[in-house]
């Protein structure tokens, strides 16, 4: 152990704590803007900085380990003011159009500034980043970005995807894909979890609330909105609800209060999913014991971050994926067909509108897989966020919203959709299923639960032995089946490396976008409980415990649109509406980069025009070339420039004081 004082008091921390984890873990606050715990620690904002007894400068707290002895004040003179100073300074850097800004009031340069006292600015603000990219899913403004690398950090070390970094040098330094290309020509996966630590407006979810209140407004447009099960457990917490409630009753009342016509329930089309996929499985199955090519494992394909991550990375492995849509583009594609028919509107009057915790969805929806008949499934898609800033834009109490129930009879569901939003969620359900359907009986695990894969555990896996099966299955009696479950990219680089390799030992994987599954979606709400996966999964347990059926394949409005409608899973209307294909995303040449990015003027917003350019990614090789080159091209920092800022700002401070 190590001890040491921080402002005159005694403490005591394990040997390798930073002075910021010691303060913290001794209520002590020190302020910060770059840091992120368990996540991010560079010290590149320096605002943490801290009097050291004996160091020669001030010594950033989020990256200095303590020492046997050393003596940490926190708040003296020296130290305010060098970080009303660093403050000021990302302030010169910052365009502050903070009533236009989507992070307004929600803004944590904004509190910071609040805690440090600074109330006017002292600099000209100025910011040579201006160039706007506007994708389907993320929206990119440089113009706001603070270099924190918070993102960098998430999108590199914890997702493992690499599509943006830093670029450039010194005054030019610009967080960007590589050769500052828009995102959606490099293999970005739009899950959104850069916009999740994003402390400003630098990197946000692309806003449709507008598009969404013009259809509102019309008359003669009929607006179907769905929601996803995660949104449950997360919408409450954007209106002072302890994090992990569920407001289930209120998240429908308050659709319905936007004045939504219908108001469905993605969780009825997560049972459909079940039910399609179940039997996909069993169809590969069937296949592999009469000796024909079958692709094992079989990979579910409910997340689209994670879909477009594995056509960038792993093109060749494309017929390992389930062909099942999402559930999302299930419930829309049957809303346009099977309800627009049974209600007498035409599909072409009616616009579906999902709330998705996901970023990605919203890309998703623009896939022209995702179209059939000139009307693509679902038109527009908000996250929790946004659904949240509708609701106070309406003016809606929603803490006074009495519950209400989801519309039949696209709103019914079983306990084992609620955990869709979970990671190990999509699999333990699918099992519930599957497993009846082969032995006549439930799964035979208490209450229902694969133990094994519930968790936050980046990588999960569990085996089940199948015995006592119906005549038709008896060639898999005694077989172990081993399945796995992962949450996050960068564990799904490790899946997908060991199918490439032909080392896989398992039959069926879950492979979710987002770490911790869909409670923690790009779309969520931003929280600082250390705890929000763990409280959020445990909601949404407590959902499909509460439910009385359980299991998708005894939901009684799944039954009621196969007997109507569908005839059966995986049958050829189930084909024509519910099951999709993939597509390999080559990355593009030098040459093209080129031709693509000299169009585009200076302050003249990037805008994502269409689903080819996002086919067209650059490769991991031409971003590690072009940072090289750009790192030998800006080594040299110019020191008179420092020189000119350090005396700009004493002379504007002496000016103050006088």
Excluded at 527 to 534: H, I, N, R, T
Aim: aromatic share 4%; hydrophobic share 40%.
């Amino acid at each position: 152990m190590i001890h040491l004082t921080i402002n005159q008091k005694p403490i005591t921390v394990a040997e390798g704590t930073t002075i910021l984890q010691a303060a913290q873990q001794h209520h002590i606050a020190i302020p910060n803007l770059c840091y992120l715990e368990g996540i991010h620690k560079s010290g590149s904002c320096r605002i943490c900085s801290v009097e050291v007894v004996g160091a020669k400068t001030l010594m950033a707290s989020c990256v200095t380990e303590v020492r046997e002895g050393m003596v940490v004040n926190t708040n003296t003179k020296k130290v305010q003011d060098a970080r009303k100073m660093l403050y000021q300074l990302l302030l010169s850097d910052h365009r502050q159009d903070c009533l236009h800004c989507q992070r307004n009031l929600d803004c944590e340069l904004q509190q910071l500034g609040q805690q440090l006292g600074v109330t006017e600015t002292i600099f000209e603000t100025t910011s040579a980043r201006t160039q706007m990219d506007v994708g389907f899913s993320i929206t990119r403004d440089p113009s706001k970005c603070i270099l924190c690398r918070r993102c960098v950090t998430v999108c590199n070390e914890i997702q493992g995807l690499g599509a943006i970094n830093i670029q450039n040098r010194g005054f030019d330094s610009i967080i960007a894909p590589a050769m500052e290309l828009p995102l959606s020509h490099v293999d970005c996966a739009n899950c959104g979890q850069c916009t999740i630590v994003c402390p400003v407006g630098a990197l946000k979810e692309t806003d449709a609330t507008e598009r969404v209140w013009q259809v509102l407004h019309d008359p003669s447009t009929r607006v179907v909105m769905q929601c996803a099960p995660a949104v449950r457990v997360a919408l409450g917490e954007l209106f002072g609800y302890p994090v992990g409630t569920a407001v289930t009753g209120q998240l429908a009342a308050a659709m319905r209060a936007l004045g939504v016509d219908d108001v469905f329930d993605t969780n009825w089309a997560a049972d459909l999913t079940i039910m399609e996929e179940g039997t996909e499985l069993l169809q590969r199955l069937q296949k592999m014991l009469r000796g024909e090519k079958a692709a094992f494992p079989m990979l579910t394909s409910c997340s689209p971050g994670w879909i477009k991550f594995v056509e960038h990375k792993y093109p060749s492995l494309l017929e390992h994926l389930s062909s099942c849509k999402s559930p999302q583009m299930m419930l829309g594609a049957i809303a346009k067909s099977y309800y627009a028919t049974r209600i007498g509107v035409d599909p072409k009057k009616m616009f579906v509108v999902s709330v998705m915790p996901c970023t990605a969805k919203k890309f998703e929806i623009t896939r022209e897989e995702m179209i059939h008949d000139g009307l693509a499934d679902v038109d527009a898609v908000l996250t929790t966020r946004e659904l949240g800033v509708m609701i106070r834009q309406a003016g809606i109490d929603f803490r006074q919203l009495p519950k209400q129930s989801f519309d039949d009879p696209l709103g019914n569901s079983t306990g084992a959709a609620d955990i869709f939003g979970v990671t190990g969620g999509v699999m333990e359900a699918a099992l519930r299923t599957v497993y009846t359907i082969i032995s006549g009986r439930p799964l035979p695990f208490e209450n229902l639960h694969v133990t094994p894969i519930v968790g936050i555990e980046e990588i999960k896996e569990a085996t089940l032995k199948l015995e006592g099966l119906l005549p038709e299955y008896k060639a898999l009696e005694g077989a172990e089946v081993k399945v796995a479950v992962t949450s996050g990219l960068h564990g799904a680089a490790i899946l997908m490396d060991q199918i490439a390799e032909g080392s896989s030992p398992y039959l069926f994987i879950e492979i979710m976008g987002c770490p911790g599954g869909c409670i923690t979606g790009g779309g969520q709400p931003r929280s600082q409980d250390p705890e929000v996966q763990q409280k959020r999964m445990n909601a949404l347990y407590q959902e499909d415990e509460s439910k009385v059926i359980r299991e998708s394949h005894k939901n009684p409005s799944i039954e009621a649109i196969y007997r109507d409608f569908l005839v059966e899973p995986c049958g050829e209307m189930s084909h024509h509406l519910l099951h999709t294909h993939y597509i390999a995303r080559t990355p593009v040449l030098p040459e093209d980069v080129e031709a693509k990015i000299k169009p585009q003027v200076q302050d003249k917003p990037f805008v994502e025009q269409r689903q080819m350019q996002d086919q067209a990614p650059s490769s991991s090789l031409v971003q590690e070339i072009q940072q090289l080159q750009n790192q030998i091209k800006e080594m040299k920092e110019s020191e008179e420039i420092y020189k000119q800022i350090i005396a700009d700002c004493s002379k504007r401070i002496l000016h103050k004081r006088n």
